[in-house]
């Protein structure tokens, strides 16, 4: 989990750090230059609590089961559930309207992650067994 300061902003200076902080990341998404912020703004923890968050929205979108989300991407089913509820309560629309190639791609990269590992879907060995115990 990541850490948070106990120390309480103000509304008012949050909103306005958050503001340049937004700024700053379109900024450098402008100049092709956002992998490399993120890369020196974010610990590992984070960029992998993110990444996650992202993979369950798009699959949960994409009606793939949460055992399997959360199994595939060792979370809880807490976790996959919170968002699913979120997302019914429209709280991701701006991402889940991320469109075109972008989205598409996010997609496959998340299924090959997810199939790493897995028997081949088709003939010999296809995943007639697979969760299964």
């Known amino acids: 989990m990541t850490h948070v300061s106990n120390?309480?902003?103000?509304?008012?200076?949050?909103n306005k750090?958050?503001?340049?902080?937004?700024?700053?990341i379109e900024k450098a998404g402008k100049q092709g230059k956002f992998?490399?912020?993120?890369?020196?703004?974010?610990?590992?923890t984070e960029k992998v609590m993110l990444a996650k968050r992202l993979a369950i929205i798009f699959l949960l979108a994409k009606e793939i089961p949460q055992h399997?989300?959360?199994?595939?991407?060792?979370?809880s089913p807490t976790t996959v559930s919170k968002l699913a509820m979120k997302?019914?309560?429209n709280k991701y629309k701006a991402t889940l309207n991320?469109?075109?190639?972008?989205k598409k791609d996010i997609l496959?990269?998340?299924?090959?992650?997810i199939l790493i590992g897995m028997p081949p879907r088709y003939?010999?060995?296809?995943?007639k067994s697979w969760g299964r115990k």
Not at 108 to 113: C, L, T, Y
């Open 7 to 14: 120390k309480k902003l103000g509304k008012e200076i949050f």
């Open 17 to 24: 750090l958050f503001d340049q902080f937004i700024k700053s």
């Open 35 to 44: 992998k490399y912020m993120a890369g020196e703004l974010f610990t590992r």
């Open 68 to 75: 399997v989300i959360t199994e595939s991407l060792h979370v």
């Open 87 to 89: 997302i019914e309560n």
């Open 98 to 102: 991320i469109t075109g190639e972008y």
């Open 108 to 113: 496959e990269q998340i299924e090959k992650f």
């Open 123 to 127: 003939g010999r060995g296809h995943w």
